[in-house]
T-cell receptor, first 112, second 114 residues
């Protein structure tokens, strides 16, 4: 069964610190992997999309990495801000298919 | 551009009642989707559409129907609501760009069935 697992489930860090969120997937054949940010009460917003041939992609203070061999991805947040408090969802798509498999997300809380 | 909008934002239904959720997008996207999000679970695809006049079942279609009469609108119907359909519903739309199917989500509809 195609699955996307994320860790940790929740994380609390001090403002200004860095953090890394993990994603493991079993989706095959793999097409691309996305990271979404979902603020409380809002819809998910795309941060990065990576194909199997890409191993890193940045969007401001967000850097995603992908190891297609081990089927692992990480999202690194640098110099966290209070506005980074949100759920971060890892999403994987099948090759040639518009359907997505969603992880359950990591709930990140930034405290001042 | 408003992007993807959803109507209503909140709704409370009694078991057995019916309702329709409306999704509208102004980005001229071909593909539209309906998801539900439940605590402790990832978003799950209910139904989707790859173009005007077409619909297809997703992962959890039972109890729902959809229609895509206009390219910009995608309607989700609950004919006889059940407490198990209490959830947050998200609509999304996408176009094919480098085969990435980038999806843009609406703000969600919180539905409670009592």
């Amino acid at each position: 069964k195609n699955q996307v697992e994320q860790s940790p489930q929740s994380l609390i860090i001090l403002e200004g610190k860095n953090c890394t969120l993990q994603c493991n997937y079993t989706v095959s054949p793999f097409s691309n992997l996305r990271w979404y940010k979902q603020d409380t009460g809002r819809g998910p917003v795309s941060l990065t999309i990576m194909t199997f041939s890409e191993n890193t992609k940045s969007n401001g203070r967000y850097t995603a990495t992908l190891d297609a061999d081990t089927k692992q991805s990480s999202l690194h947040i640098t110099a966290s801000q209070l506005s980074d408090s949100a759920s971060y969802i890892c999403v994987v798509s099948y090759f040639g298919n518009e359907k997505l498999t969603f992880g359950t997300g990591t709930r990140l809380t930034i405290i001042p | 551009n408003a992007g993807v909008t959803q109507t209503p934002k909140f709704r409370v239904l009694k078991t057995g009642q019916s309702m329709t959720l409306l999704c509208a997008q102004d980005m001229n996207h071909e593909y539209m989707y309906w998801y539900r999000q439940d605590p402790g679970m990832g978003l799950r695809l209910i139904h989707y559409s790859v173009g005007e006049g077409t619909t297809a079942k997703g992962e959890v279609p039972d109890g729902y129907n959809v229609s895509r009469l206009k390219k910009q609108n995608f309607l989700l119907g609950l004919e006889s609501a059940a407490p198990s359909q209490t959830s947050v519903y998200f609509c999304a739309s996408s176009y094919v760009k480098d085969s990435s199917y980038e999806q843009y989500f609406g703000p969600g509809t919180r539905l409670t069935v009592t």
